[in-house]
Protein backbone atom coordinates (compact mmCIF):
# COMPACT_ATOMS: atom_id res chain seq x y z
CA UNK A 1 0.00 0.00 0.00
CA UNK A 2 1.31 3.69 -0.96
CA UNK A 3 1.33 6.21 1.49
CA UNK A 4 -0.16 9.47 0.44
CA UNK A 5 1.39 12.85 2.48
CA UNK A 6 0.31 16.34 2.40
CA UNK A 7 3.74 18.21 2.25
CA UNK A 8 2.31 21.52 3.68
CA UNK A 9 1.45 19.42 6.80
CA UNK A 10 4.48 18.02 7.09
CA UNK A 11 6.44 21.04 6.70
CA UNK A 12 4.77 22.88 9.19
CA UNK A 13 5.02 19.87 11.90
CA UNK A 14 8.11 19.78 11.22
CA UNK A 15 9.06 23.83 11.53
CA UNK A 16 7.55 23.58 14.64
CA UNK A 17 9.75 20.78 15.56
CA UNK A 18 12.61 22.45 14.80
CA UNK A 19 11.54 25.51 16.78
CA UNK A 20 11.10 23.17 20.20
CA UNK A 21 14.54 21.17 19.40
CA UNK A 22 18.34 22.64 20.79
CA UNK A 23 19.67 21.96 17.43
CA UNK A 24 16.95 23.59 15.28
CA UNK A 25 16.02 20.69 12.83
CA UNK A 26 13.85 18.41 12.73
CA UNK A 27 13.71 15.16 9.67
CA UNK A 28 11.51 12.14 9.18
CA UNK A 29 12.03 9.39 6.00
CA UNK A 30 9.08 9.52 4.24
CA UNK A 31 9.69 6.76 1.62
CA UNK A 32 12.07 4.04 1.59
CA UNK A 33 11.81 1.95 -1.42
CA UNK A 34 15.35 0.52 -2.49
CA UNK A 35 17.34 2.54 -4.11
CA UNK A 36 15.01 5.68 -3.23
CA UNK A 37 14.64 8.10 -0.46
CA UNK A 38 12.29 10.81 0.44
CA UNK A 39 13.15 12.50 3.48
CA UNK A 40 11.53 16.15 4.97
CA UNK A 41 13.90 18.21 6.80
CA UNK A 42 13.24 21.49 8.31
CA UNK A 43 15.62 24.05 9.51
CA UNK A 44 15.55 26.80 11.72
CA UNK A 45 17.12 30.31 10.30
CA UNK A 46 20.60 29.44 10.81
CA UNK A 47 20.36 26.48 11.43
CA UNK A 48 23.00 23.75 9.80
CA UNK A 49 23.66 20.02 8.45
CA UNK A 50 27.28 19.93 8.22
CA UNK A 51 29.68 18.68 5.38
CA UNK A 52 28.51 14.87 4.35
CA UNK A 53 29.20 12.46 1.70
CA UNK A 54 26.70 12.87 -1.13
CA UNK A 55 24.76 9.48 -2.61
CA UNK A 56 25.24 8.37 -5.76
CA UNK A 57 22.08 10.60 -7.35
CA UNK A 58 20.02 13.22 -5.10
CA UNK A 59 17.83 16.31 -5.44
CA UNK A 60 16.56 18.98 -3.32
CA UNK A 61 12.99 20.43 -3.73
CA UNK A 62 12.52 23.30 -1.42
CA UNK A 63 8.93 24.00 0.06
CA UNK A 64 9.55 26.64 2.30
CA UNK A 65 12.26 29.68 3.01
CA UNK A 66 15.83 30.02 1.67
CA UNK A 67 19.10 27.64 2.33
CA UNK A 68 22.55 27.45 0.59
CA UNK A 69 23.74 24.69 -0.55
CA UNK A 70 27.38 24.61 -0.22
CA UNK A 71 29.92 22.20 -1.89
CA UNK A 72 33.15 22.46 -3.34
CA UNK A 73 31.80 23.25 -6.82
CA UNK A 74 30.41 26.10 -5.12
CA UNK A 75 27.58 27.35 -3.04
CA UNK A 76 24.08 27.97 -4.54
CA UNK A 77 21.26 29.81 -3.05
CA UNK A 78 17.91 28.06 -3.22
CA UNK A 79 13.85 29.45 -2.46
CA UNK A 80 10.89 28.02 -2.14
CA UNK A 81 10.12 25.95 -4.94
CA UNK A 82 12.78 25.79 -6.30
CA UNK A 83 14.46 21.68 -7.57
CA UNK A 84 18.51 21.50 -7.40
CA UNK A 85 20.56 18.38 -8.30
CA UNK A 86 22.72 17.59 -5.44
CA UNK A 87 26.42 17.83 -6.52
CA UNK A 88 28.19 13.78 -6.49
CA UNK A 89 30.39 15.24 -3.96
CA UNK A 90 30.58 16.76 -0.09
CA UNK A 91 27.98 19.16 0.64
CA UNK A 92 25.78 21.21 3.64
CA UNK A 93 23.35 22.65 3.54
CA UNK A 94 22.66 25.85 5.42
CA UNK A 95 18.98 27.72 6.30
CA UNK A 96 18.96 30.82 5.33
CA UNK A 97 15.53 31.36 6.48
CA UNK A 98 13.49 29.30 8.73
CA UNK A 99 13.18 26.33 5.90
CA UNK A 100 11.90 23.39 4.96
CA UNK A 101 13.09 21.02 2.34
CA UNK A 102 12.49 17.24 0.83
CA UNK A 103 15.73 15.23 -0.29
CA UNK A 104 15.22 12.59 -2.80
CA UNK A 105 17.65 10.33 -2.73
CA UNK A 106 19.01 7.29 -4.34
CA UNK A 107 21.42 5.41 -2.49
CA UNK A 108 23.02 2.40 -4.92
Do not use: C, F, K, W
Amino acid sequence: MTTTYDLTVLADDHLAAAHRSAHGRSAELLVREDPLRQSVIALTEGSALEEHNAPPSATLLILRGRVRLTAVSGDITLTQGELHAIPPERHGLVALTDAVVLLTAVTA
